[in-house]
């Protein structure tokens, strides 16, 4: 079993930047895989970014060079910083992983990109 706790949301203004943490625990040893999702008022849950446990990473076009997934294999972390927030990031963002059998999820943290 994997637990997920996120952490770090809020609000902020547009321009400007948040840094989210998804903490994992119990057995760690065996994800392979941690993404950032995302689901926005009336919309549809959306990837984010990814990583895998070697440090490979994707993202959606729309956060390409504002966002960045980093991932700290001892602290069993993974964080996702974003700069240059608009209106349309706002969001509730959830942290994903995938073991070999299963994928598991956190609760979510809301941010909200507002002036």
């Known amino acids: 079993q994997v637990q997920l706790v996120e952490s770090g949301g809020g609000l902020v203004q547009p321009g400007g930047s948040l840094r989210l943490s998804c903490a994992a625990s119990?057995?760690?040893?065996?994800?392979?895989?941690m993404n950032w999702y995302r689901q926005g008022p009336g919309k549809q849950r959306e990837l984010v970014a990814g990583?895998?446990?070697?440090?490979?990473?994707n993202y959606a076009d729309s956060v390409k060079g504002r966002f960045t997934i980093s991932r700290d294999n001892a602290k069993n972390t993974v964080y996702l910083q974003m700069n240059s927030l608009k209106f349309e990031d706002t969001a509730v963002y959830y942290c994903?992983?995938?073991?070999?059998?299963?994928?598991?999820w956190g609760q979510g943290t809301q941010v909200t990109v507002s002036s």
């Open positions: 994903w992983a995938q073991t070999a059998t299963r994928v598991y």
């Open positions: 119990g057995s760690t040893s065996t994800i392979y895989g």
């Open positions: 990583i895998t446990r070697v440090g490979r990473t």
